[in-house]
């Protein structure tokens, strides 16, 4: 992760190769260079003025230093150019550094203070990189200047910074560990950070330095659920990973009503029909005791949000989430993660290694999740060996009665292949399945005899291996197979096939009576030169023939033993001896050998033929300590289910931010996405301004009703879908034509559509306003239709409340007049309240007072009293819709003394019936976590033609997501929502030009959307654009020296976070509109905002 | 997590380290070189290599050894896709790619993946969608497997910050997908809609993968009769490669190999049309074929001469296809239309198909 940005700044290296004299001096071409009198060389080099010397000398010592050649003793001359101006140079020097500096301590101390003033620097860059660079010098006595580096980034300005600042935490504890509570301090800080980009690096530090405080997550648990999408992959791999291991302490098993019939993986092998009624018992049993489980809404927070991950093009990703499903989901979700696992068997090999492996320990708990998939574990004659192996795991894994044929004819294939490793690991395959599907044993055990007659020693020695083990299951049926075999050890040399061929005959001498003489016959004949593990079973056959025909065998066995007394390997010596005592009856051997037919002839259990993935997975899925299927070094085990699950409201969170206030509902979208949500709200407007527009040119017929049906999503959906038909055909028709000429057709069809935007009354509006209610509506739809899983009754009836309710709030935010054009015409905007906005102060009195507090000169900038021209009514309750009692509201701008983090939103009552309306007030808010509303009080009744103006206040946690709630009377009830734009979820702030700079240089990076305008030709003026801006947003303006820039500020209002906004003029009417703030969404959203009440 | 870093190349040189901690010494790559002699051939050396101290995880491409040194737990497709694209990037930075003179400095914009700033004087946009199609097929010609890998990708040189979408006549054959993290993923999940501001230059928008599950077309066939005879030591060869389902489109780029048994000594072989090769070390059979004209379907046939005294090989080779058509998305996957928004210049937009054969396998 942190390579990169390193790489990046090495790069930079590269750009002034074309040096032309100095890249070739004497001393290095000349074969009589020593490597002394090279380096002698290239201190010279660093000791000259010039920058591109200094960067050629550099440039040739870290290739040094990366071909592994040992540039030590140029530390001295090195070091020295530490503080070069050339920031090539420096960059080199950096990687010079982090390499020798822990071999060089004492002259690396030379280097520190550089790097302390680099951390100072007002460049987030600069300060970042010589944090960097500064924790990663080993040099343990900068310790405490590392520790003070850390603490001071973590509270830096820019994430950036406080992101390597989070990277530096695990390089100063791996250097002195004794920094782990100060360290642990730092983490417990980043971790509340709401950036993306420091979430995974600090989750990261958290791993490497206290994975045990699992403590410090809950507060963070939501927000990093949330963040999670949009934090850089490799962040998603290590945040789900801990996430993993937090839940499983948290939360109680999903699938614990299962649990008991998971113990016994045996009978879910065979499936659900052999279950016995005794186990039921108990399971009822169990289940009575256990209270019906309920997931945590917090437990499928975590589901749902990782789940959208498995498309990610990172394997990494893919399979931690995969893991995290096979870990905490209910056995009936985990299921989807199959499809992405086997879509990652396209790629890289290694990948292909590693996913495997993680399969095959998964297809033997969760069988039924990869059988619709068992083809794309087919074996091809080109894939590595290794990967052949582990894909016939997994697909003998995956046998079942069922498909157990298609799954041997596979096999078939694959015993003749070339490869004959690949061969020896089928014939084990084959013999598992023998073993766990009855109907196909005897099958697998003919084919498998008949490859004892196959060409390669090496697959007839793993045959006989495997009928063995088959053997041992009904050997009485099987006395042809064991002659057969008896017969192969004339032929057979490989050792361990010998070896099992002698005990088959051994053990099952009793069928076999005639032969097994024999063979031991031979065998002693040939006992000397075996090897060692035949011979053990030689000792073995010959024990066994003289307790069973000891007539027949006895010299034999005398033979054999005495052989063994001599051989030079002690085990079979020591077996000798052993053996004697216990089957030759002696009189001191005692009573041991009464029983000695019993000891050797005992009935054997069968060997379980099972794969050596077997229970892996106590391991967390997808780890190294689980590939290798051993504990690896900082391993954290994977903690099992709590019987009880402990308190959930350690994750409650009082102080509220605008991260968290979204945790539950989907429509977080809009804030969890801050760089989409915006553009989203900006792409679904343009685009169905152009492609409405495309279809009255294609075909006039539709014109007239194309503009008519653009509130419904659904018809203007069908339309285009028609038209795209019909242009596909074109294209195709014009497809002789070229691109050229498709290009100019479009820029034709461009051109005419252009045309109605001009046209009529607020032309250019009205495609936008057409694009944001279709953009609501289907946002709407989207939401309802989350509705309706997640909660009840009232949510699914708000959706079929008219469209008007909604959509409305968000379009009229354009002003007043285009409500007009929504609603048919049969609405007439109230004028605003006058007698309710007491303290309008006109632009100019603000700058007035602005001169006079300068003197106080407070560096906190103080709030001021709102200002603003013109006021816009939204439309809260239409006439319609509501019966006849319209509601309206507004911004007033006024501060909301009850509570300074809301905004106070004024809301005014017509009554437009014959009766009275009585007690008009709100009622069950449904609102995002975090976000508050302070009702207005009841008013008691209201008179036929009365108006009533009430205040309520609203915390939106600086997000711009709507507050939906109910407003009652005393026979009805309305579902509403009240959306702010973005403008009004700030107070103005008085600052000087000064504070404002300096402000403003806090919040770069990040943290400044910058974009370009052209000003129109009505909004040149001063007095113009003061006004807009101000209507568009609730600022102040912050004076100014400089005669073509504009500057104004203000604070949200739930966190007082800083917005600044710069609009700077340019020749002609271009202009640039900067916005500064720590909160990204909100500056990217007022960006358009004030943009678009600029251009109109 | 990555400790150091070597590259090892194809003669055992370790030739480029890389620390980003104290110095693991190269020494440690020993337990790599024995994995690696154990494993015989590059590509069965496994990918986590555990030694007493380290553990060495590695890729292999481009026949160089990526080799990282790791000494705590870690999920090991971090690490393995990590040096992926490592390599990728090399590829990128190094590589004749039009794109090399361009590392990412987006790392603090709000679009991470795109620099700022961007200019051209021809905009323009290209997206090629490629599909590849994964099959075996058994002895008598019928599919036993067969599977699409597709991927949409792109080439953007637009100026600025252009925010595209793109639509698909069928966007439900997209069901397996995985994207470029620039993709609105809510947008597609409820539009079916590709949304996103593009990175600069040629990058993967998106892959998918049609699976087994679906019925998909075959567009060749192999006809084939090889036969060893156990009496003598002449084997018969006879390939016919020939069109099936190929949408009216000419398949092309046509290479047929084969590994042969190892009792092949050599081969005498006339093709019909194309080129061919026998290495008798390797005993790879290699037939460069070219197009295939249906009327006259291109074949190989000869004999095979086996090493005298030895019975007849008990496997048949397997035979590996490889083709192109042009376009032809062989799913079917069409795209609907591209649209550019944010910005106000008219791009040159341009789509292209095309099928391959991917790991094409022909049981013989």
Same mark, same amino acid.
Request: aromatic fraction near 6%; proline fraction near 5%.
């Given at each position: 992760?942190?390579?990169?940005?390193?790489?990046?700044?090495?790069?930079?290296?590269?750009?002034?190769?074309?040096?032309?004299?100095?890249?070739?001096?004497?001393?290095?071409?000349?074969?009589?260079?020593?490597?002394?009198?090279?380096?002698?060389?290239?201190?010279?080099?660093?000791?000259?003025?010039?920058?591109?010397?200094?960067?050629?000398?550099?440039?040739?010592?870290?290739?040094?230093?990366?071909?592994?050649?040992?540039?030590?003793?140029?530390?001295?001359?090195?070091?020295?150019?530490?503080?070069?101006?050339?920031?090539?140079?420096?960059?080199?020097?950096?990687?010079?550094?982090?390499?020798?500096?822990?071999?060089?301590?004492?002259?690396?101390?030379?280097?520190?203070?550089?790097?302390?003033?680099?951390?100072?620097?007002?460049?987030?860059?600069?300060?970042?990189?010589?944090?960097?660079?500064?924790?990663?010098?080993?040099?343990?006595?900068?310790?405490?200047?590392?520790?003070?580096?850390?603490?001071?980034?973590?509270?830096?300005?820019?994430?950036?910074?406080?992101?390597?600042?989070?990277?530096?935490?695990?390089?100063?504890?791996?250097?002195?560990?004794?920094?782990?509570?100060?360290?642990?301090?730092?983490?417990?800080?980043?971790?509340?950070?709401?950036?993306?980009?420091?979430?995974?690096?600090?989750?990261?530090?958290?791993?490497?330095?206290?994975?045990?405080?699992?403590?410090?997550?809950?507060?963070?648990?939501?927000?990093?659920?949330?963040?999670?999408?949009?934090?850089?992959?490799?962040?998603?791999?290590?945040?789900?990973?801990?996430?993993?291991?937090?839940?499983?302490?948290?939360?109680?098993?999903?699938?614990?009503?299962?649990?008991?019939?998971?113990?016994?993986?045996?009978?879910?092998?065979?499936?659900?029909?052999?279950?016995?009624?005794?186990?039921?018992?108990?399971?009822?049993?169990?289940?009575?005791?256990?209270?019906?489980?309920?997931?945590?809404?917090?437990?499928?927070?975590?589901?749902?949000?990782?789940?959208?991950?498995?498309?990610?093009?990172?394997?990494?990703?893919?399979?931690?989430?995969?893991?995290?499903?096979?870990?905490?989901?209910?056995?009936?979700?985990?299921?989807?993660?199959?499809?992405?696992?086997?879509?990652?068997?396209?790629?890289?090999?290694?990948?292909?290694?590693?996913?495997?492996?993680?399969?095959?320990?998964?297809?033997?708990?969760?069988?039924?999740?990869?059988?619709?998939?068992?083809?794309?574990?087919?074996?091809?004659?080109?894939?590595?060996?290794?990967?052949?192996?582990?894909?016939?795991?997994?697909?003998?894994?995956?046998?079942?009665?069922?498909?157990?044929?298609?799954?041997?004819?596979?096999?078939?294939?694959?015993?003749?292949?070339?490869?004959?490793?690949?061969?020896?690991?089928?014939?084990?395959?084959?013999?598992?399945?023998?073993?766990?599907?009855?109907?196909?044993?005897?099958?697998?055990?003919?084919?498998?005899?008949?490859?004892?007659?196959?060409?390669?020693?090496?697959?007839?020695?793993?045959?006989?291996?495997?009928?063995?083990?088959?053997?041992?299951?009904?050997?009485?049926?099987?006395?042809?197979?064991?002659?057969?075999?008896?017969?192969?050890?004339?032929?057979?040399?490989?050792?361990?096939?010998?070896?099992?061929?002698?005990?088959?005959?051994?053990?099952?001498?009793?069928?076999?009576?005639?032969?097994?003489?024999?063979?031991?016959?031979?065998?002693?004949?040939?006992?000397?030169?075996?090897?060692?593990?035949?011979?053990?079973?030689?000792?073995?056959?010959?024990?066994?023939?003289?307790?069973?025909?000891?007539?027949?065998?006895?010299?034999?066995?005398?033979?054999?033993?005495?052989?063994?007394?001599?051989?030079?390997?002690?085990?079979?010596?020591?077996?000798?001896?052993?053996?004697?005592?216990?089957?030759?009856?002696?009189?001191?051997?005692?009573?041991?050998?009464?029983?000695?037919?019993?000891?050797?002839?005992?009935?054997?259990?069968?060997?379980?033929?099972?794969?050596?993935?077997?229970?892996?997975?106590?391991?967390?899925?997808?780890?190294?300590?689980?590939?290798?299927?051993?504990?690896?070094?900082?391993?954290?085990?994977?903690?099992?289910?709590?019987?009880?699950?402990?308190?959930?409201?350690?994750?409650?969170?009082?102080?509220?931010?605008?991260?968290?206030?979204?945790?539950?509902?989907?429509?977080?979208?809009?804030?969890?996405?801050?760089?989409?949500?915006?553009?989203?709200?900006?792409?679904?407007?343009?685009?169905?301004?152009?492609?409405?527009?495309?279809?009255?040119?294609?075909?006039?017929?539709?014109?007239?009703?194309?503009?008519?049906?653009?509130?419904?999503?659904?018809?203007?959906?069908?339309?285009?879908?028609?038209?795209?038909?019909?242009?596909?055909?074109?294209?195709?028709?014009?497809?002789?034509?070229?691109?050229?000429?498709?290009?100019?057709?479009?820029?034709?069809?461009?051109?005419?559509?252009?045309?109605?935007?001009?046209?009529?009354?607020?032309?250019?509006?009205?495609?936008?306003?057409?694009?944001?209610?279709?953009?609501?509506?289907?946002?709407?739809?989207?939401?309802?239709?989350?509705?309706?899983?997640?909660?009840?009754?009232?949510?699914?009836?708000?959706?079929?409340?008219?469209?008007?309710?909604?959509?409305?709030?968000?379009?009229?935010?354009?002003?007043?007049?285009?409500?007009?054009?929504?609603?048919?015409?049969?609405?007439?905007?109230?004028?605003?309240?006058?007698?309710?906005?007491?303290?309008?102060?006109?632009?100019?009195?603000?700058?007035?007072?602005?001169?006079?507090?300068?003197?106080?000169?407070?560096?906190?900038?103080?709030?001021?009293?709102?200002?603003?021209?013109?006021?816009?009514?939204?439309?809260?309750?239409?006439?319609?819709?509501?019966?006849?009692?319209?509601?309206?509201?507004?911004?007033?701008?006024?501060?909301?003394?009850?509570?300074?983090?809301?905004?106070?939103?004024?809301?005014?009552?017509?009554?437009?019936?014959?009766?009275?309306?009585?007690?008009?007030?709100?009622?069950?808010?449904?609102?995002?976590?975090?976000?508050?509303?302070?009702?207005?009080?009841?008013?008691?009744?209201?008179?036929?033609?009365?108006?009533?103006?009430?205040?309520?206040?609203?915390?939106?946690?600086?997000?711009?997501?709507?507050?939906?709630?109910?407003?009652?009377?005393?026979?009805?009830?309305?579902?509403?929502?009240?959306?702010?734009?973005?403008?009004?979820?700030?107070?103005?702030?008085?600052?000087?030009?000064?504070?404002?700079?300096?402000?403003?240089?806090?919040?770069?990076?990040?943290?400044?959307?910058?974009?370009?305008?052209?000003?129109?030709?009505?909004?040149?003026?001063?007095?113009?654009?003061?006004?807009?801006?101000?209507?568009?947003?609730?600022?102040?303006?912050?004076?100014?020296?400089?005669?073509?820039?504009?500057?104004?500020?203000?604070?949200?209002?739930?966190?007082?976070?800083?917005?600044?906004?710069?609009?700077?003029?340019?020749?002609?009417?271009?202009?640039?509109?900067?916005?500064?703030?720590?909160?990204?969404?909100?500056?990217?959203?007022?960006?358009?905002?004030?943009?678009?009440?600029?251009?109109? | 997590?990555?400790?150091?870093?070597?590259?090892?190349?194809?003669?055992?040189?370790?030739?480029?380290?890389?620390?980003?901690?104290?110095?693991?010494?190269?020494?440690?790559?020993?337990?790599?070189?024995?994995?690696?002699?154990?494993?015989?051939?590059?590509?069965?050396?496994?990918?986590?290599?555990?030694?007493?101290?380290?553990?060495?995880?590695?890729?292999?491409?481009?026949?160089?050894?990526?080799?990282?040194?790791?000494?705590?737990?870690?999920?090991?497709?971090?690490?393995?896709?990590?040096?992926?694209?490592?390599?990728?990037?090399?590829?990128?930075?190094?590589?004749?790619?039009?794109?090399?003179?361009?590392?990412?400095?987006?790392?603090?914009?709000?679009?991470?993946?795109?620099?700022?700033?961007?200019?051209?004087?021809?905009?323009?946009?290209?997206?090629?969608?490629?599909?590849?199609?994964?099959?075996?097929?058994?002895?008598?010609?019928?599919?036993? /497997?067969? &599977?699409?890998?597709? @991927?949409?990708?792109?080439?953007? #040189?637009?100026?600025?910050?252009?925010? +595209? =979408?793109? %639509?698909?006549?069928?966007?439900?054959?997209?069901?397996?997908?995985?994207?470029?993290?620039?993709?609105?993923?809510?947008?597609?999940?409820?539009?079916?809609?590709?949304?996103?501001?593009?990175?600069?230059?040629?990058?993967?928008?998106?892959?998918?993968?049609?699976?087994?599950?679906?019925?998909?077309?075959?567009?060749?066939?192999?006809?084939?009769?090889?036969?060893?005879?156990?009496?003598?030591?002449?084997?018969?060869?006879?390939?016919?490669?020939?069109?099936?389902?190929?949408?009216?489109? /000419?398949? &092309?780029?046509?290479? @047929?190999?084969?590994?042969?048994? #190892?009792?092949?000594?050599?081969?005498? +072989? =006339?093709? %019909?049309?194309?080129?061919?090769?026998?290495?008798?070390?390797?005993?790879?059979?290699?037939?460069?074929?070219?197009?295939?004209?249906?009327?006259?379907?291109?074949?190989?046939?000869?004999?095979?001469?086996?090493?005298?005294?030895?019975?007849?090989?008990?496997?048949?080779?397997?035979?590996?296809?490889?083709?192109?058509?042009?376009?032809?998305?062989?799913?079917?996957?069409?795209?609907?239309?591209?649209?550019?928004?944010?910005?106000?210049?008219?791009?040159?937009?341009?789509?292209?198909?095309? /099928?391959?054969?991917?790991?094409?396998?022909?049981?013989?």
């Amino acid at each position: 992760m942190s390579a990169s940005p390193a790489y990046s700044e090495e790069k930079g290296g590269s750009s002034s190769l074309g040096e032309p004299e100095y890249g070739h001096d004497p001393a290095s071409g000349g074969i009589f260079s020593s490597d002394y009198k090279r380096h002698d060389d290239l201190k010279e080099m660093l000791d000259s003025n010039k920058d591109s010397l200094k960067l050629e000398a550099m440039k040739r010592i870290v290739a040094m230093i990366a071909r592994g050649k040992n540039a030590s003793d140029l530390f001295p001359a090195v070091v020295k150019n530490v503080a070069c101006k050339n920031i090539e140079v420096k960059k080199l020097v950096y990687v010079y550094l982090v390499r020798y500096a822990e071999e060089q301590q004492d002259l690396a101390l030379l280097s520190i203070s550089t790097f302390q003033r680099g951390l100072k620097d007002p460049n987030q860059l600069i300060r970042a990189s010589a944090l960097r660079v500064l924790s990663s010098i080993r040099v343990p006595i900068i310790v405490p200047i590392m520790m003070l580096a850390i603490k001071e980034a973590a509270s830096d300005m820019s994430p950036y910074v406080r992101k390597t600042a989070a990277h530096a935490i695990p390089k100063l504890y791996s250097l002195d560990s004794d920094q782990k509570d100060q360290l642990i301090e730092v983490i417990e800080k980043l971790l509340a950070d709401k950036t993306t980009l420091v979430a995974g690096s600090v989750v990261m530090a958290f791993e490497e330095v206290c994975p045990e405080r699992i403590d410090l997550i809950h507060k963070n648990y939501r927000k990093l659920c949330n963040l999670l999408i949009d934090v850089e992959e490799w962040g998603q791999v290590v945040i789900i990973n801990m996430l993993t291991r937090y839940a499983r302490t948290q939360f109680l098993s999903p699938n614990q009503n299962e649990s008991l019939l998971e113990e016994n993986p045996e009978k879910a092998f065979y499936g659900s029909d052999e279950e016995d009624s005794k186990d039921d018992k108990l399971d009822a049993a169990s289940l009575v005791k256990r209270k019906p489980y309920v997931m945590d809404p917090d437990h499928r927070l975590l589901l749902r949000n990782t789940k959208p991950l498995l498309q990610s093009r990172n394997a990494a990703v893919v399979m931690a989430v995969a893991q995290l499903y096979f870990h905490l989901a209910p056995k009936a979700e985990v299921g989807v993660i199959a499809k992405a696992l086997v879509r990652l068997l396209r790629s890289h090999s290694e990948v292909q290694w590693v996913v495997l492996q993680n399969v095959a320990t998964m297809s033997i708990k969760r069988r039924g999740m990869f059988e619709p998939y068992l083809k794309s574990f087919y074996i091809r004659s080109t894939d590595p060996t290794q990967i052949k192996i582990l894909k016939l795991e997994v697909l003998t894994n995956l046998a079942n009665e069922t498909n157990i044929s298609t799954i041997l004819r596979e096999f078939q294939t694959y015993i003749r292949s070339m490869d004959k490793d690949f061969v020896a690991a089928t014939i084990q395959a084959i013999g598992r399945c023998a073993t766990n599907i009855g109907k196909v044993r005897d099958t697998c055990l003919n084919g498998l005899v008949q490859l004892l007659s196959n060409r390669d020693e090496l697959v007839v020695a793993e045959s006989v291996v495997v009928i063995k083990k088959l053997l041992q299951m009904q050997p009485s049926q099987h006395s042809e197979i064991i002659k057969h075999m008896a017969k192969l050890t004339d032929n057979i040399q490989v050792p361990m096939a010998r070896a099992s061929i002698l005990w088959l005959i051994g053990e099952y001498c009793e069928h076999v009576p005639k032969i097994a003489p024999d063979v031991l016959r031979k065998m002693a004949k040939s006992f000397t030169g075996e090897e060692d593990i035949v011979k053990l079973q030689v000792i073995n056959l010959a024990a066994k023939l003289y307790l069973t025909n000891s007539k027949q065998s006895k010299l034999l066995t005398q033979y054999v033993l005495n052989l063994a007394k001599y051989d030079q390997n002690y085990d079979i010596r020591d077996r000798a001896r052993f053996i004697r005592q216990l089957i030759v009856p002696t009189e001191k051997s005692g009573a041991l050998n009464k029983y000695a037919k019993k000891l050797f002839l005992a009935q054997k259990p069968a060997p379980i033929l099972e794969s050596s993935f077997k229970d892996r997975d106590h391991f967390q899925l997808g780890s190294l300590s689980h590939l290798l299927n051993a504990k690896a070094v900082g391993y954290q085990e994977l903690p099992d289910w709590p019987d009880e699950a402990p308190d959930p409201s350690v994750r409650n969170v009082e102080v509220p931010e605008w991260t968290k206030c979204t945790s539950r509902e989907k429509r977080k979208e809009k804030v969890e996405k801050p760089f989409y949500s915006d553009s989203e709200g900006e792409s679904g407007p343009t685009e169905s301004a152009d492609s409405e527009p495309e279809s009255v040119s294609e075909s006039e017929s539709e014109s007239g009703s194309s503009s008519s049906e653009s509130g419904s999503d659904s018809g203007s959906r069908g339309e285009e879908s028609g038209d795209q038909s019909e242009e596909e055909e074109k294209k195709k028709k014009k497809k002789k034509k070229g691109k050229e000429g498709e290009e100019e057709e479009e820029q034709g069809k461009k051109g005419k559509k252009k045309k109605p935007q001009h046209e009529g009354k607020g032309g250019s509006e009205t495609s936008w306003e057409e694009g944001s209610i279709s953009e609501s509506s289907s946002s709407e739809s989207d939401s309802g239709s989350e509705a309706e899983e997640s909660q009840s009754e009232p949510e699914s009836k708000r959706r079929t409340t008219p469209p008007s309710s909604k959509p409305a709030p968000k379009a009229s935010r354009k002003g007043t007049k285009e409500i007009s054009l929504l609603d048919l015409d049969d609405f007439t905007p109230a004028p605003p309240q006058p007698a309710s906005s007491p303290a309008i102060v006109s632009t100019s009195l603000v700058t007035d007072l602005e001169g006079l507090t300068l003197t106080d000169a407070s560096l906190t900038p103080t709030m001021l009293s709102p200002v603003f021209s013109t006021v816009k009514t939204y439309e809260l309750l239409h006439r319609m819709a509501g019966e006849g009692l319209s509601v309206e509201y507004y911004f007033n701008r006024q501060p909301f003394p009850p509570d300074p983090h809301m905004v106070a939103v004024q809301i005014q009552f017509s009554n437009n019936t014959e009766s009275e309306v009585k007690n008009l007030r709100v009622s069950e808010p449904k609102l995002v976590s975090g976000m508050r509303i302070q009702e207005f009080q009841e008013i008691e009744s209201l008179a036929p033609g009365d108006t009533a103006n009430v205040i309520m206040g609203i915390d939106f946690c600086d997000s711009t997501q709507a507050a939906n709630f109910q407003l009652c009377t005393h026979s009805r009830q309305f579902y509403v929502s009240i959306q702010p734009p973005v403008g009004e979820l700030m107070a103005p702030v008085f600052m000087s030009e000064n504070e404002f700079k300096k402000e403003q240089g806090k919040l770069t990076g990040m943290s400044e959307i910058t974009e370009k305008l052209t000003l129109p030709d009505k909004c040149q003026s001063d007095h113009t654009i003061v006004q807009r801006v101000t209507a568009a947003a609730n600022v102040s303006r912050v004076p100014c020296g400089v005669d073509n820039e504009y500057r104004f500020a203000a604070k949200t209002v739930t966190s007082g976070s800083l917005v600044l906004i710069t609009l700077e003029r340019k020749e002609g009417a271009r202009a640039h509109l900067t916005v500064n703030s720590e909160k990204m969404v909100i500056g990217t959203m007022l960006v358009q905002d004030v943009s678009q009440a600029l251009a109109q | 997590m990555i400790h150091s870093l070597f590259l090892i190349n194809s003669s055992g040189d370790i030739f480029l380290e890389k620390h980003w901690k104290s110095v693991v010494s190269r020494s440690v790559c020993d337990y790599f070189f024995e994995a690696q002699e154990r494993a015989t051939e590059a590509e069965n050396v496994p990918p986590v290599i555990p030694t007493p101290h380290h553990y060495l995880l590695n890729v292999y491409r481009h026949k160089i050894f990526f080799v990282a040194v790791i000494q705590t737990e870690v999920p090991p497709l971090f690490v393995i896709e990590f040096l992926h694209r490592v390599v990728d990037t090399f590829q990128d930075y190094f590589g004749s790619t039009n794109v090399g003179d361009q590392l990412p400095t987006g790392q603090l914009s709000v679009v991470p993946w795109r620099r700022t700033g961007v200019k051209y004087t021809n905009n323009e946009a290209y997206f090629d969608v490629i599909e590849e199609i994964d099959a075996i097929i058994d002895k008598s010609g019928s599919t036993i /497997t067969a &599977e699409i890998q597709g @991927v949409i990708d792109a080439c953007v #040189k637009l100026t600025g910050m252009p925010d +595209l =979408t793109l %639509s698909f006549m069928n966007p439900r054959l997209l069901d397996d997908v995985s994207f470029h993290p620039c993709v609105r993923f809510k947008r597609w999940e409820s539009e079916r809609i590709l949304s996103f501001i593009p990175p600069d230059g040629n990058f993967r928008l998106l892959s998918y993968h049609v699976s087994a599950q679906n019925l998909v077309a075959i567009p060749v066939y192999v006809k084939h009769n090889i036969s060893f005879r156990d009496s003598s030591s002449l084997g018969r060869f006879e390939i016919t490669v020939g069109p099936k389902q190929t949408m009216g489109k /000419t398949v &092309e780029g046509v290479m @047929v190999t084969s590994q042969m048994p #190892k009792g092949v000594l050599n081969m005498s +072989l =006339t093709p %019909s049309q194309g080129m061919h090769t026998f290495d008798p070390v390797t005993k790879l059979l290699s037939w460069d074929v070219g197009k295939i004209n249906p009327q006259k379907l291109p074949s190989l046939k000869g004999t095979m001469s086996l090493q005298a005294g030895t019975s007849k090989p008990d496997e048949n080779p397997t035979i590996n296809l490889q083709f192109k058509i042009q376009q032809l998305a062989i799913s079917g996957l069409k795209v609907n239309r591209l649209d550019m928004y944010g910005e106000k210049y008219k791009p040159f937009k341009g789509i292209k198909y095309m /099928t391959k054969a991917g790991k094409f396998q022909v049981r013989t």
